[in-house]
């Protein structure tokens, strides 16, 4: 059987979505893979090419007879762009995508757009030559060429705009100074650097910080790794403050050392100017950054300068990834349990796991933090496979952890208490605005309030089968988004008969309100999607707060992270329990995250601070262990009920979420994959033990007219779930059944669908 090769020319956003298909001759069999350079004929006039194999296939895409053949193999070695391609095509098997989705993640992205080079006058003969020639046109009475030699030879150099219109040199002045040599004329790409150094350098911290024990160690242990050639990953469990980004810079200065770049991975919302200024006082112009603000033209220009040598660091979130970085040394995954580094389009790939996998390309380590690590990572870490390393005290002299308190809501309500705050925050609240001190009330609400719960006694509706809270849906029932067990609304509470069951729902905006009304005084800020629209709009509030100009400020989860505010000594948590209920079976663990994150931002500074935790649960493990802030306690009890459950990480998940215009199409889909499934699954004489749960209807069964179904597959080994993928998409192609249907994959889904 003949095999060909699928090859892109030019590696660049417009032309990776043109695939070219060659054949590849018999002796090149062994030596051509995913990645390698080759060199091929192309076009009408059969011009020799450089090309990259992006896929090796026995099937071909065209008239046989018109497939030209590879010419030969570039023995370069192993290129960064070839990697760039193995990594887009690990990316495609692992997540399902298309190669072309999977290059476009991954590759460069390079569109049409006017170089921002600008053109440069250079003096090229020496001050004693130029005075010569300056003699000569003044003899010949070449006035503008006078003009243009004397600013040269003040200048040395000068912008072409500048010889033009304020020398009012013309075209062919410079060219006939050009031509004799006096001048050179050439354009300067500037690759556009969006980090202001010289604001940065003039706040240089001044006292050098001696590393803690607990720091040291690992660095010490990083660095005897690294230097004896051990490459792997590194779990840094360490409380917030305790000093995990001064070991960060710890190690990227020992990979920089060796000549190798680091890329470092934060969440976009602690990308504050605080964060880059520590790094750019500690590496300089060595740093860069990405984030999602800057233009396209912007995001290429770092690409180009992380090509050329220019910096060694960038810090970005998830797509910083694939930062071309010629010698990678190291990955930092900062806040490593956060979902947005979790793809939310095709391909849906975990930057945790990519990045791992390409710093084993490249002979790179990679170090993940946080204080409180995803249950992937421990996971991992407990059973080896990362060395874990933890950090159970905060850096700074006297910075102690806060006291945290839990209040019980129903009590509050039984004792006639019905306001949002309860008695002991606003007790609280009142003695710190007396003494000047800064508060911060949060409200984890974002898309989770459609669940309905008892006001006095707490009780939830759940769903018998999947142990998640049931969803409220407009036409008055409630339903599991997994298996789509459906029950009406109870008119009174099953536990204890109270007709106060309803859905939560207050937002940032009523808080707003009821602190007006309750402290007129005080000073308030809001921060929510409404309030940050704006470019800068959310580091401008936190700046106002920071600078000590409000009182109070009220936030959702995006005040969690990034800014220190020494003078903040509460953090009110107003209903831990809205993170808790959401249908989802991450909500436990996203609710201990936030809840030891918000207190983790009461007393950074020298007075210790207090956290009120307001809640229905006070006895739920999450709640319970976020007071003690013991996170291995959560742990023990959260990894005990993804057990039982077959919920990741103990089973591996893959939601096969379908959608389509016509509700009949996207059942008949639904039911065809699982039926799909099920006959593969028993196939074989030895069965695969694939378990399947579903299909039903998505959380929100249609939206904007598409209707929406989920079909979750599970098993231990996550092999075996690319193989079911890959069986399903290979159905989906000769299947009539999906005209007109939609089916995306997605691996140990954040999201709920
Ligand atoms: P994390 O990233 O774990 O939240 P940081 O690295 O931001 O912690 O450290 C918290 C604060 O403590 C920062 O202001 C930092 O400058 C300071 N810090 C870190 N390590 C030390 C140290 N060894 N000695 C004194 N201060 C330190
Ligand atoms: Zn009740
Ligand atoms: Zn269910």
Known sequence: MERYADIIIHISHEAVDRIFQYRIPEHLYEQI????????????GNRVQKGYVVGITTIPNFDVTKIKNVISIEEKGVTLESQLIQLASWIKEQYGSTMIQALKTVLPVKEKMEQKGNRVLELRISKEEAKEKLEEYEKKHYTAKVRLLKGLMQYGKVAYSVATKQWKATKSVIQSLEAEQVLFLHTKQIHRNPVNYKKIEDLKEQVPISLREEQKKIVTTFQTDYDSGIRKTYLIHGVTGSGKTEVYMELI?????????????????????????????????AVTILNSRMSKGERYDQFTRAKNGEISIVIGPRSALFMPFQDLGLIIMDEEHEMSYKSETVPKYHARETAIERARMAGASVVLGSATPSLESYTKAKLGEFTLFTMKERAKKDAALPIVETVDLRQELKEGNRSMFSRRLYELMVDRLKKGEQIILFLNRRGYSNFISCRQCGYVVTCPHCDVSLTYHKNGSLRCHYCGYEKAVPKICPECGSQYIAGFGSGTQKVEEAIKRVFPASRVLRMDTDTTKGKDGFEHILETFAKGEADILIGTQMIVKGHDFPRVTLVGILAADLSLHGNNFRSGERTFQLLTQAAGRAGRGEIAGNVVIQTYNPEHYSIVSAKMQDYEAFY???????NIMKYPPVYQMLTIFITSKEQEKAIVASNACKEAIQIWNEEEREKKGILLVGPSDGTFAKIQDTYRRVLYVKHLDYEMLVKCKDFLAGYLEYSVIFKGVQVQFDFNAMLVY
């Open 253 to 285: 200065a020992h990979v920089l050392e060796k000549g190798k770049q680091a890329i470092v991975l934060i969440p976009e919302i602690s990308l504050t100017y605080q964060t880059v200024r520590r790094f750019v006082s500690r590496f300089g112009d």
């Open 636 to 642: 023990e009890q959260e990894i005990v009920y993804r």
């Open 33 to 44: 893979q995913i990645g390698s350079l080759v060199i091929v004929p192309f076009g009408n």
